[in-house]
């Protein structure tokens, strides 16, 4: 059965960095698409992410130059490296796999809540 599960959310104060991870099970890790994805209370879905199984990683603007994703498919785990946070990403985030595009998902982690805060 395939399942994503996240971890490394957290409390972060504001310029602070955090590394999610999603584990991944149950299924060809390196043949999938791996999305990151987060929701803000009252605020819509957005995929800020999204890393091929080669490794090859695209980023939403609001992210790009502060988020770096990655991929282990040894270990069959994707992360998420989280920099320059500020309270504008506090959000719950959640990881997601895919066939080749991010934009149709067919599994979802749990999710993270990622809080950044003074």
């Known amino acids: 059965q395939l399942q994503l599960v996240e971890s490394g959310g957290g409390l972060v104060q504001p310029g602070g960095s955090l590394r999610l991870a999603c584990a991944a099970s149950?299924?060809?890790?390196?043949?999938?698409?791996i999305g990151w994805f987060r929701q803000a209370p009252g605020k819509e879905r957005e995929r800020i992410s999204c890393i091929s199984g080669n490794g090859g990683a695209d980023y939403a603007d609001a992210v790009k130059g502060r988020f770096n994703a990655s991929r282990d498919n040894a270990k069959n785990t994707a992360y998420l490296q989280m920099s320059g946070l500020t309270p504008e990403d506090t959000a719950t985030y959640y990881c997601a796999a895919a066939f080749a595009t991010c934009d149709y998902p067919i599994r979802w982690g749990q999710g993270t809540q990622v809080t950044v805060s003074a």
């Open positions: 149950g299924f060809t890790f390196h043949a999938y698409t």
